[in-house]
């Protein structure tokens, strides 16, 4: 059974940081790129960003570029999005993924799973 289970989010306030946490189980996670997306209310889903199965390569969007960073460790199924500067507008569910795929893509219809989502909310 197949589980990805998002953990960290929260309340806080902008310039504050947070660190989310995806358990990975039932699958070989070593072999699945990881990409972590966003949905505001009324909002598509977006990407927020990825990383390859080794964890060499990785992706931002634009919007969040130079103020999170995605990283993984293999040996604990576990894939993180470090978030620094928050602002407002990075308020949304942040859900994080898994592609069958050594490789990344930033569009949501190219992974296999997906989280529950998990709450940020920035107060300005």
């Known amino acids: 059974q197949v589980q990805l289970v998002e953990s960290g989010g929260g309340l806080v306030q902008a310039g504050d940081s947070l660190r989310l946490s995806c358990a990975a189980s039932?699958?070989?996670?070593?072999?699945?790129?990881m990409g972590w997306f966003r949905q505001a209310p009324g909002k598509e889903r977006e990407f927020v960003a990825a990383i390859t199965s080794s964890g060499f390569g990785a992706a931002y969007a634009n919007s969040v570029q130079g103020r999170f960073n995605i990283s993984r460790d293999n040996a604990k199924n576990t894939v993180y999005l470090q978030m620094n500067s928050l602002k407002h507008e990075d308020t949304a569910a942040y859900y994080c993924?898994?592609?069958?795929?050594?490789?990344?893509?930033?569009?949501?219809?190219?992974?296999?799973?997906w989280g529950q989502g998990n709450q940020v909310t920035v107060s300005s």
């Open positions: 993924a898994a592609r069958r795929n050594s490789g990344y893509t930033t569009r949501p219809r190219g992974y296999n799973y």
């Open positions: 039932g699958f070989t996670f070593s072999s699945y790129a």
